[in-house]
């Protein structure tokens, strides 16, 4: 598939997706600094959230419109708060995505509602992508496919009978184009927590490309992704986790994603096909195998021993393999130290 004039699958680099979210910290000056860092060091594209408080939640502050975990990163905040901080404000949307067409990378976005597809089909986005927590939004979704731009969807807390089900309302309302990510929906995630053997039976079950939402820290297990197949990969991205933020503790830093992109496109190159024997590369290596050889000057008649036959580098002689069934054996002709061995070497028969 692609997006754009970009190819996404087996034998192309993970594209790669920087995502703002709320990093910006209300800042258009911010987030237009976040799209030049995400694009000078790796990125494919840079993906938007696109919502309003109102269009997520309600002002209230009764039970379940406050997060009440103590262990999460937003504990004690009430959901319409945290929207309010957190939105990227829609007239922003055109000047980000017009700075990131400037560098030559894709710019979407996230809806949540009707209103903000929509708006978003007013932009002529590229593509667009369901969220974890909205991947049970069936009519969102099929609002999304009808669309016909290509879907990517995160897979966050679904069971394999939910994500069937998200297909089946993309597919029906006429995607053709889709990416599954395994995401775990934990806030840092931790790598024990991810289970990226999930990728290539996501590919098989689904029948779809797959790719990786990662919320842990560090490349590694992007990295195991793409080992396993995942053609895209999705990170949060700031310019310092240290300026703080809603998501800014699990976010990437500029440094960090370009070691993403190398360190991803190393392993999309490494895995390679099913292979034996020396690759083209290894061919001239072989030279550095051991292999028998002459180790004495010898005449014609002499018996091969231990100590005139040994087995060493270079690699020209017959392989080591046959030392034994040579030894006893007699040498047909003069031999200097230092020449390989070979069969034509030998006399007529073994010494009695």
């Keep these: 598939m692609k997006i754009l004039d970009r190819e996404i699958g087996p034998g192309h680099r993970p594209y ?20 030049d860092a995400a694009a000078e060091h790796g990125a494919d594209a840079i993906k938007l959230q696109t919502y309003t408080a109102e ?57 949540f509602d009707f209103s903000s597809v929509d708006f978003l089909e007013s932009l002529n986005v590229p ?50 184009d889709l990416v599954l990510l395994k995401c775990t929906s934990t806030y840092p995630a931790t790598a024990d ?21 990662d919320h842990t820290m560090g490349c590694g297990v992007s990295v195991a992704a793409t080992a396993l197949g995942a053609s895209v990969i999705e990170k949060h991205f700031t310019l310092r986790r240290a300026d703080g933020g809603v998501d800014s503790s699990f976010s990437m830093e500029p440094h960090e994603l370009r070691q993403l992109r190398d360190e991803t496109e190393r392993a999309m190159q490494a895995v390679g096909q099913v292979s034996y024997g020396p690759t083209a590369a290894e061919m001239k290596s072989l030279a550095f195998r051991r292999s028998l050889y002459i180790a004495q000057d010898l005449q014609a008649g002499d018996v091969l021993t231990r100590d005139n036959l040994r087995c ?6 017959l392989a080591p393999k046959h030392l034994d069934s040579l030894l006893g054996q007699r040498i047909g002709q003069a031999v200097k130290a230092g020449t390989p061995m070979a069969w034509s070497l030998l006399g007529e028969g073994p010494a009695t």
């Design 16 to 35: 790669l997706i920087a995502e703002m979210s709320g990093n910006h910290n209300q800042s258009l000056d911010r987030a237009l600094a976040i799209v």
């Design 312 to 317: 060493v580098r270079p690699g020209f002689g």
């Design 127 to 176: 593509a667009y992508k369901i969220a974890s927590f909205e991947n049970t939004d069936l009519p969102l979704i099929r609002r999304v496919a009808a669309t016909g731009k290509p879907l990517i969807m995160s897979t966050g807390m679904a069971t394999a009978g939910e994500i069937d089900e998200a297909v089946r309302a993309a597919r029906e309302a006429g995607c053709r």
């Design 55 to 111: 269009t997520m939640t309600l002002n209230v502050r009764m039970p379940g419109f406050v997060i009440d975990d103590p262990k999460s990163l937003w504990a004690g905040r009430q959901l319409y708060e945290l929207y309010e901080e957190a939105h990227t404000p829609w007239a922003w949307h055109a000047p980000i995505m017009a700075r990131a067409a400037s560098h030559g990378v894709h710019c979407f976005s996230t809806p």
């Design 193 to 213: 927590n991810t289970n990226v053997s999930t990728i290539p039976h996501m590919r098989t079950l689904f029948g779809c490309e797959v790719g990786l939402s």
